[in-house]
Structures are given as structure tokens and as C-alpha cells.
């Protein structure tokens, strides 16, 4: 791969050996075991399976790196400004139910900065990266976000289902990190969503804005209850005037 860090090829290499277990995982689904965290939140041995693979592959090169990650929470080391940020499976649902799009994704947060993420969609094969200053890519290949301006040609990921369609026209395919990719690489237009958590968007974050898009402010000491606004720059103020009372 072309001009990429030391960091970012470890952030690589992790997430393509985890990947392995969703591929081998995905075909013998009925023989899962899943466990209910809540209403409509499930965890599967996959899960944590990924998530032990990551942890264990990015601390043979950054020992002393903190994590924060969807099913073990905050494991601090002696370097708590650099941060992995880790999502073992985003998509959870469409996964257990046999429906090939969920992912997984690693951020890195240095000094509350996104500062690289890797997004691997291991059924298509689609591997989404990007680190501060160095854009954005897919599998080698630069992207960018959609050149559209007018907004009521553009489509949008998000899983409100208030939004009228005459307003803005959504679709939701239920992995949020994969959303944030489509809009960097301009499959979607923009993304907006709320009660998100940080896990969720965080190789998302640099990935859009490596690609040329906007994203929002947020707080990224925050773990929840985020809010996404991220799209190109050319329609970013326009959908946040439609997306006013959201």
C-alpha cells in the first residue's frame, strides 16, 4: 500500500487478521452464542473473539496505548493520550441475522484528535483507511467526498424515520461506521444520526474529513450519546438548515 505510516499499516494488518474470524464466523451462524445487553443490543463470541485479536495484535507494537472498546470499556496503560478506539463488529444485527454488511473499525485518538481509522468490510472486501494529513482511501485507491450541490439530488445515511422523504431522502443499512465510509467515498451524500457512541464513529471521523467532507464538532472525551452530522462541504450547511429540529 502507498504512503501509509507504520501505525496505520499495524491498524491494518490487526483488523485483516480479526477479520478472518467474521468471514469463518459468518458461515456457521447457527452456531453463534449471543447474549442480550439490551433491548435490540446483542453481543455474539464473535465480538469478543475480534475484539481480543485486535487488542492483542495492536499492543505487541504500541504497549503502553489505552484502549477504549464496545464490550471491555476503558482499558487504560501508562500512555492515556493515545487511545485505540475499537468497534470488533458494526453491524451486529445485520451479522447475526445473515446480512452481509456490518464491519469492523479502529480509531486512533491522540490528544483528543482522530488523528487514523481503518474500516474493513471483510464479506466485500472493502477496506476503508485514512490517517491526519494523507487522505482517504479504499483498498489502495484515493476517494472523495460526492461533488453534488443540490440536495434534493443527494441521499442520505440515517436511521431516523421521521424525516419526511420530500426533505431529505435517507436510507438505512445499519452499520454506522460504514455509513461514515460511503460518505467519504461518496455513496452517500451525508450522514446524520443520533445516540451514537464513540466506538461508532471515530475511524469515521478522519476518514470523511481526509476525503474533503465536514463533520460536525463533537466531543471525543464523550463516549455516548453523540450526535453525526458529516457530509461534503458542499451541502453541509444546507442539510444542517433541513435538519434543524432533529
Known sequence: MKNISPILNIMIKATEKASKVLIRDFGELENLQVTRKGPKDFVTNSDKKVEKILIE???????????LTEERGKIENNDKENIWIIDPIDGTNNFLHG??????SVGLKSHNEIVAGVIFDPIKNELFYAEKNNGSFINNHRIRVSKKSNIDECLFASNNTQIDPKILSTRNLG???????????????????????????????????????????????????????????AIYEKMLEKLSNF
Not at 57 to 67: D, W
Not at 99 to 104: A, D, E, M, V
Open 57 to 67: 495484535e495492536l499492543q505487541k507494537s504500541r504497549k503502553n496505548f489505552s484502549f
Open 99 to 104: 446480512i452481509p454488511h456490518f464491519s469492523i
Open 175 to 233: 452499520s454506522a461506521a460504514l455509513d461514515m465510509a460511503y460518505v467519504g467515498m461518496g455513496r452517500f451524500d451525508g450522514y446524520f444520526q443520533n445516540d451514537l457512541h464513540i466506538w461508532d464513529l471515530a475511524a469515521g471521523i478522519i476518514i470523511v474529513k481526509e476525503a474533503g467532507g465536514t463533520v460536525n464538532d463533537l466531543d471525543l472525551s464523550q463516549i455516548e450519546n453523540l450526535k453525526i452530522r458529516a457530509s461534503s462541504n
